[in-house]
């Protein structure tokens, strides 16, 4: 496994591999990896012959300053992590590397997209992982990049990004990783305590009770059902959405399928994101 810090190292690294005729693979990341980073390797090695993984913890996506400062950085644990993996390569660059004084920004209409769930709530945020995204895109050129799933809203903004700009990569997206007891892998997951990991689990659990509630209520009532188990929690809830999962546009009266609810929920000072295809 060989580890570049710099965008000429990577591409002379990936010049070699394209010209022995070798598909390119990639898992952007921000480092701080968990099983559900390996389980994107992993499903990378089954469809691409060199995987590179990018450890760049995105500063224009983060629209809350201590958040960005509490981000757990652990790139020596990370690239312990993926030398045990079927990762080929680590791009683990600068911020100047990525952002270079001359860099056009790009400013995406997203349609459908915008002003819901987490672009409601965090403005801004997805303007930078578009922007990082393509600019990594860009410097990888890969055949094929995986996303995980939890980041439900994220893989439908990068799918809406890659067409928009006709990039020719296809877009795999992979189902969320969880503990056994159900809490869904993330690197935030870091800042719990033991306790906020149980007091967490309400999440999975409304998820979970609402696929059975959808069998006999509308989408409405699942989702103000959904709302009340979080009265008596100890999280604060920032949304629950059931969504229609290409446009994100939320159901009320009838069910489409692969209609997924999303919660967003703070644990104490951490904030958590899920999500479950319901229908
Ligand atoms: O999901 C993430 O870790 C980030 O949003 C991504 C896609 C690596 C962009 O910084």
Redesign the pocket.
């Known amino acids: 496994m060989i580890v570049c810090n710099t965008v000429d190292a990577l591409q002379k690294q990936i010049l070699i591999e394209k010209s022995k005729g070798k598909s390119i693979g990639f898992v952007?990341?921000?480092g701080a990896l968990h099983l559900g980073h390996i389980s994107l390797v992993n499903e990378a090695q089954k469809q691409c012959d060199i995987i590179v993984v990018?450890i760049?913890v995105?500063p224009t996506?983060f629209n809350n300053p201590d958040d960005l400062l509490k981000y757990p950085r652990t790139l020596e644990a990370d690239i312990q992590m993926l030398d045990n993996s079927a990762c080929s390569i680590i791009f683990a660059p600068s911020v100047d590397e990525i952002y270079p004084a001359n860099l056009e920004t790009i400013n995406l209409d997203l349609g459908t997209l915008k002003n819901v769930m987490e672009d409601a709530l965090r403005p801004g945020h997805f303007n930078g992982?578009v922007n990082?995204?393509y600019r990594l895109f860009d410097i990888v050129k890969p055949s094929k990049a995986f996303?995980g799933l939890k980041?439900f809203q994220?893989v439908a903004v990068i799918k809406y990004m890659t067409k928009h700009f006709n990039l020719a990569i296809e877009i795999v997206a992979c189902p969320t990783i969880r503990e056994i007891t159900g809490l869904a892998m993330s690197s935030r997951n870091l800042r719990l305590s033991d306790k906020q990991k149980k007091d967490a689990l309400i999440i999975i659990q409304t998820l979970r009770y609402s696929k059975e509630l959808s069998k006999e209520l509308t989408p409405m009532d699942v989702r103000l059902k959904a709302r009340s188990f979080f009265n008596t929690s100890e999280l604060t809830l920032e949304y629950i959405e059931i969504v229609d999962p290409l446009t994100l546009v939320s159901l009320d009266e009838n069910w489409v399928e692969g209609a997924t609810m999303c919660i967003a929920a703070f644990c104490g000072e951490v904030r958590l994101i899920d999500n479950l295809q319901l229908f």
């Open positions: 952007p990341s921000m990018s760049f995105n996506q992982v990082v995204v996303f980041d994220q």
